[in-house]
């Protein structure tokens, strides 16, 4: 117990931190939380949805801390807004990248953690507000949209389902790519229960590399490391 | 969780906490769903198979594989003279000579004739993945390469489409020389899926009709005309016997086996106008199944074998009825068009097969029973007796060209096509076995 009590502070470092997270969240929860893009272009284009992977992975903590919860309470004004913030985790995720250090974009070690949290908390968090309301909704540079359609059209122009293949069918790939664009994995997340329709996706996606990614190291970072592909067809006869 | 840990594990724990909830706002990961597809035929190469023997070998193996896996339209074939190397083991294969061609499977093999005949080892690649998809080896008798190479194009198939191949089953045919002469022959044939091994089963001076098999593969009906009218005759392929079931006054026509094999559904018409019977092959009784002035006919059943579905003019033009063999329910299935006919249940009880008029020409067209949607999968103009592949894949169906009759086969969902290479004389009546 007393051992305990050397870890305060890094306690309450981490509980401002949620509360930063939270009013994050909060703050962006009124703008449109996907988006929903309809080529209308390309009729092989198909329907791109963005669902916001990385949801989940927010969404265990606030529960998985019961005791800090009580202590988060007695913070700023956001908190009330907070409350419906599962669903509104989605979008949040690239903003804060940005207002973290640029050199500090590739975040994968825990180590480098510690001082990015403690420039987030450096900043001012009405201008990040601000920023966030007047990035009209959307908190993802322009650019990535294109990159992603053009990565969806490349796997729709390869994706050739076997004869076994049915409407409802679906299964998720992991892509991993490099800045360059090249395919690095390719990860089966979930079957579709049929191996032949997974493998088409899987073919599907080895054809269509290498991909069209962003320059930008930060945005291929944050959008294009790893890239979670969902094949589920629903323009088959059966 | 929280109040489990000791003082000493406190800090990983809550670096790993200021982890969970750094990472995933460091990543916007996509996350992108796709419905639509290309269904382009996959690229699929098959290496000429190594022999292994003394002298030449009887036949290539790779190029019967090759040609079964092309006319299931499902892949796009390299030829053998595009192949940068022609490996017979996995271990020689370099991927890359196949990934720069944008090759995604190839299937690699050798034979050699054993003691008991001939036995081949074969290998189906992932260029892509780069992984062995299987690596087996098959015996056959002397004499059956044919049908050992069929298998191997069956196992590639069922890996790649997640469907059984069907490259190993049979067909019967009747094949018509010198019609309107003096000459005229009937001959009740069968051969292998691709054309090849034709044999004669029955020979004739006058019609042979609607020849179809026993679900065991073992044993087919038919309707012969030898002895100057119709009756219905069952006949071994193995031995030829023959045993003449029916040859009632008038009609005796269109016998088809029930799935389990123990009864026929067929047409006579001793009662005046046709209608359908089920006849117990064990005790040889006979059952009328329907009863009606209009003309019932073509029966078949379905794949539970709890029901028959038949062809009736009962209203009005031709349509198809289905009738419950227990109960004797009736049921009306085709709305679409004056004129369907001739109809097959797919295995999947979902989708029927027939013969559809549209403005008047006859087309093969499917119709999905849930939906009650009709889909013309053919082009030609005479189109008749659809049979569907066991896989339930492809059906053949009789059609004419240039003024004769041929063989044709179109995939269940019409997107492939191939004519069976003719022969002479005029061909109909095809029937497609089951798995052998």
């Known amino acids: 117990m007393a051992g305990l009590r050397a870890y305060l502070w890094p306690l309450a470092w981490a509980l401002l931190f949620h509360v930063v997270a939270l009013g994050l969240f909060s703050a962006n929860w009124s703008s449109p939380p996907a988006l929903r893009q309809n080529s209308t272009a390309e009729p092989m284009m198909a329907e791109l949805l963005t669902l916001v992977a990385p949801a989940p992975k927010p969404a265990p903590k606030p529960k998985a801390k019961p005791r800090p919860a009580p202590k988060t309470k007695a913070t700023p004004k956001t908190q009330k807004k907070a409350a419906p913030a599962p669903l509104a985790e989605a979008p949040a995720p690239a903003r804060p990248e940005k207002a973290a250090p640029e050199r500090n974009a590739p975040p994968a070690a825990p180590e480098p953690e510690k001082p990015s949290l403690q420039e987030v908390l450096g900043t001012d968090f009405e201008d990040a507000l601000a920023a966030e309301a007047s990035s009209d909704g959307s908190d993802r540079p322009e650019a990535v949209g294109s990159y992603e359609a053009d990565l969806m059209a490349r796997i729709v122009s390869q994706w050739s389902r076997p004869p076994s293949a049915r409407n409802g069918m679906s299964c998720d790939l992991r892509l991993a790519l490099v800045p360059t664009g090249e395919l690095v994995s390719v990860t089966l997340v979930r079957s579709s229960g049929n191996a032949a329709f997974d493998r088409s996706a899987e073919l599907a996606v080895r054809r269509a590399a290498p991909f069209q990614v962003p320059e930008d190291p930060a945005v291929f970072d944050a959008y294009f490391r790893s890239v979670t592909v969902t094949f589920s067809p629903n323009d088959l006869r059966y | 969780m929280v109040l489990a840990f000791s003082g000493r594990r406190l800090p990983s724990l809550l670096l790993l906490w200021v982890a969970l909830a750094l990472g995933p706002l460091a990543r916007g990961e996509l996350a992108i769903e796709i419905t639509q597809g290309v269904d382009a035929p996959v690229p699929v190469a098959v290496v000429p198979f190594a022999w292994q023997g003394r002298g030449r070998p009887p036949e290539d193996l790779g190029k019967i594989i090759r040609f079964d896996l092309a006319r299931s339209g499902q892949f796009a074939m390299t030829a053998p003279e ?275 008029r549209q403005d008047g020409i006859f087309h093969i067209a499917t119709q999905d029973l849930e939906r009650g949607t009709v889909q013309i999968l053919t082009e030609t103009s005479l189109d008749e007796s659809p049979s569907v592949a066991p896989n339930g894949s492809m059906a053949i169906y009789a059609t004419r060209s240039n003024g004769r009759g041929i063989l044709a086969v179109v995939s269940i969902d019409g997107r492939v096509k191939y004519r069976l290479p003719s022969t002479e004389g005029d061909v109909r009546e095809p029937a497609w076995s089951p798995f052998l």
């Open chain 2, 82 to 356: 595009d192949m940068l190397s022609l490996p017979s083991r996995p271990e020689e294969l370099y991927v890359r000579d196949w990934r720069v061609q944008g090759i995604a499977y190839v299937l690699l093999g050798s034979v050699r004739p054993t003691e008991s005949g001939l036995e081949a080892r074969y290998a189906l690649f992932d260029v892509f993945a780069e992984r062995l998809l299987f690596d087996e080896t098959l015996e056959a008798p002397p004499g059956q390469l044919r049908a050992l190479a069929h298998r191997i194009s069956d196992r590639a198939y069922e890996q790649l489409t997640g469907i059984p191949g069907a490259f190993s089953t049979r067909l019967l045919y009747v094949v018509a020389q010198n019609i309107a002469t003096e000459a005229e022959t009937f001959r009740l044939e069968m051969a292998d899926a691709d054309g090849a091994n034709a044999q004669t089963l029955l020979k004739s001076r006058e019609p042979i009709l609607s020849a179809s098999w026993s679900p065991d593969g073992q044993t087919v009906v038919y309707v012969s005309f030898e002895t100057g009218k119709p009756a219905i005759y069952l006949q071994e392929i193995a031995t030829g016997r023959r045993e003449k079931l029916t040859d009632f006054e008038g009609l005796n026509g269109s016998p088809v086996f029930s799935p389990d094999g123990k009864q026929l559904a067929l047409v006579l018409s001793a009662g005046g106008n046709p209608d359908i019977f089920v006849l117990d092959l064990e005790t040889r009784k006979l059952r009328q199944l329907t009863r009606h002035f209009a003309i019932d006919t073509e029966p078949s059943w379905t794949a539970d074998g709890e029901a028959v579905i038949f062809t009736s003019n009962r209203g009005g033009g031709p349509q198809i009825y289905k009738m419950n063999v227990r109960s004797r329910a009736i049921e009306r299935l085709t709305f679409v068009g004056d004129y369907n006919a001739r109809a097959r249940m797919l295995a999947d009880g979902r989708y029927l097969i027939f013969v559809h």
